[in-house]
Nanobody
Framework: QVQLVESGGGLVQAGGSLRLSCAASGLTFSSYAMGWFRQAPGKEREFVATFSGSGSSTRYADSVKGRFTISRDNAKNTVYLQMNGLKPEDTAVYYC??????????????WGQGTQVTVSS
């Protein structure tokens, strides 16, 4: 079965950096767009970034543009999210997802269990 396993979350001070990883198995990784979403307490899940399955197209939420970078290694079936200049408002559970290229959660078929990112002020 398909599994997406996130790692790399943690507690960091404002202005710091974290690198999230998501290891995928049970699917033809290169055929899927890989996205990152996040959900803060009491808020809806929101789009963060996505990387197309073919080619090298990326898209970012305006709130993270210039601070976060998504990348993928198809040989390792892994997608990454490098987060720099973290702000307290970036605090959320971060989820990776596999599906069609887009910014809507319904574009994605498979989801990881999430990893907590907490940014202290």
């Amino acid at each position: 079965q398909v599994q997406l396993v996130e790692s790399g979350g943690g507690l960091v001070q404002a202005g710091g950096s974290l690198r999230l990883s998501c290891a995928a198995s049970g699917l033809t990784f290169s055929s899927y767009a890989m996205g990152w979403f996040r959900q803060a307490p009491g808020k809806e899940r929101e789009f963060v970034a996505t990387f197309s399955g073919s080619g090298s197209s990326t898209r970012y939420a305006d709130s993270v543009k210039g601070r976060f970078t998504i990348s993928r290694d198809n040989a390792k079936n892994t997608v990454y999210l490098q987060m720099n200049g973290l702000k307290p408002e970036d605090t959320a559970v971060y989820y990776c997802a596999a599906g069609d290229y887009g910014s809507r959660p319904y574009s994605y078929y498979y989801w990881g269990q999430g990893t907590q990112v907490t940014v202290s002020s």
